[in-house]
C-alpha cells in the first residue's frame, strides 16, 4: 500500500487549505484513514479520522474548522482545513491501518502565517 499526500502550502490565518491522500497498490477498498501531523518539536498528533466513507471523528483542536471526506474517487481521503490558525502550522501525514499495518503518507507542509 503506498499513500501519496498532495496539498498544502502556506496560507494566513483564517484561511483555508485543501489536502488529499491517495492510497494505491495491491488493495481492495480501504475503509479507514486518518490525517496526522507534527509540528516543529513536538509529537505527531492525531487529527481527524474518516471510516466507512460516513463515520467521521476530530481532535477537539480542529473541530468545527477541518472536514475529512471522501470523494468520487476511490480510496482517496480528504482534508478541508478552513479558518487556519498558527498552531495548525506542521507536517500533515495521512494514514490507514489495512490488515493490521500501518501505512503512512510521505508527509505534506502546511504554514500558517500569523
Known amino acids: 500500500v503506498q499513500l501519496q499526500a498532495s496539498g498544502g502550502g502556506l496560507a494566513q490565518a483564517g484561511g483555508s487549505l485543501g489536502l488529499s491522500c491517495a492510497a494505491s497498490?495491491?488493495?481492495?477498498?480501504?475503509?479507514?484513514m486518518d490525517w496526522y501531523r507534527q509540528a516543529p518539536g513536538k509529537l505527531r498528533e492525531w487529527v481527524a479520522s474518516?471510516?466507512?466513507?460516513?463515520?467521521?471523528n476530530y481532535a477537539d483542536s480542529v473541530k468545527g474548522r477541518f472536514t475529512i471526506s471522501t470523494g468520487n474517487v476511490q480510496n482517496t481521503v480528504y482534508l478541508q482545513m478552513n479558518s487556519l490558525k498558527p498552531e495548525d502550522t506542521a507536517v500533515y501525514y495521512c494514514?490507514?491501518?489495512?490488515?493490521?499495518?500501518?501505512?503512512w503518507g510521505q508527509g505534506t507542509l502546511v504554514t500558517v502565517s500569523s
Open positions: 494514514h490507514t491501518n489495512y490488515f493490521r499495518h500501518d501505512y
Open positions: 474518516i471510516a466507512g466513507d460516513t463515520v467521521t
Open positions: 497498490g495491491n488493495i481492495l477498498t480501504i475503509k479507514n
